[in-house]
């Protein structure tokens, strides 16, 4: 497995690769093949759902700074380095199905982040400097919890005076979903001013 999970890292460095599939490995650390050296420079979308990692190296962005989309979803993933803030062009990022608890206020740096998912992890609260535009929606089972509800009215609160500047920006159809469940529902909409 591990001679097999080297030759698929080197064929996508040798033909620099912009897509790697790393999925149903059942890795428990970040494959240090993907560090090596200069890392995956072309590398834009990483999916490494259902292994079990449960940490990620601190020089990711150092190593593969060009990910627009990271995929972890079904790990076993306790901590996210403050390092993730530093992979500028990270569009969307997937950590749910882990074992979150908090989520470092360095993802608040990730200016070109749409999509975060964070479904079904131990997640208490938020951080503050989440990308203002993200939008919290979650099922109506969620909702009844009361978890969800104070969630949402924590980070609310904490951003109501940037939702003008989000009117503004016009953002196109960032999400955040913190859900868990089935039924959950993912609220995607565009920003809309009624005329006075």
């Known amino acids: ?29 970040f494959p240090l093949e993907l560090l090596k050296d200069e890392g995956l420079q ?10 079990s990692l449960t940490t990620l190296p601190e020089n990711l962005a150092q190593k593969l700074p060009n990910l627009v989309e990271l995929y972890l979803h079904s790990n076993n993933i306790v901590v996210v380095p403050e390092a993730i803030g530093s992979l500028v062009k990270l569009q969307c990022l997937d950590l749910s199905d882990n074992a979150l608890e908090i989520v470092c206020p360095e993802i608040g740096r990730l200016r070109a982040l749409r999509h975060l998912r964070l ?8 951080p503050p400097d989440l990308p203002t535009f993200l939008l919290l929606t979650s099922s ?57």
């Open 1 to 29: 497995m591990a001679s097999e999970l080297c030759k698929t890292i080197s064929v996508a460095r040798l033909e620099k690769h912009k897509n790697l599939f790393l999925n149903y490995r059942n890795l428990h650390h």
């Open 42 to 51: 072309y590398l834009e979308r990483l999916y490494m759902k259902r292994n």
């Open 119 to 126: 479904a079904n992890n131990q997640l208490q609260f938020l």
């Open 140 to 196: 109506k089972r969620e909702l009844k919890s009361g978890r969800c509800v104070l969630m949402m009215i924590f980070f609310l609160i904490s951003k109501v005076w940037y939702w003008g500047t989000w009117l503004a920006q016009s953002v196109k159809h960032p999400t955040l979903d913190i859900s868990s469940g089935h039924d959950l529902m993912v609220c995607e909409i565009e920003p809309h001013i009624e005329p006075c």
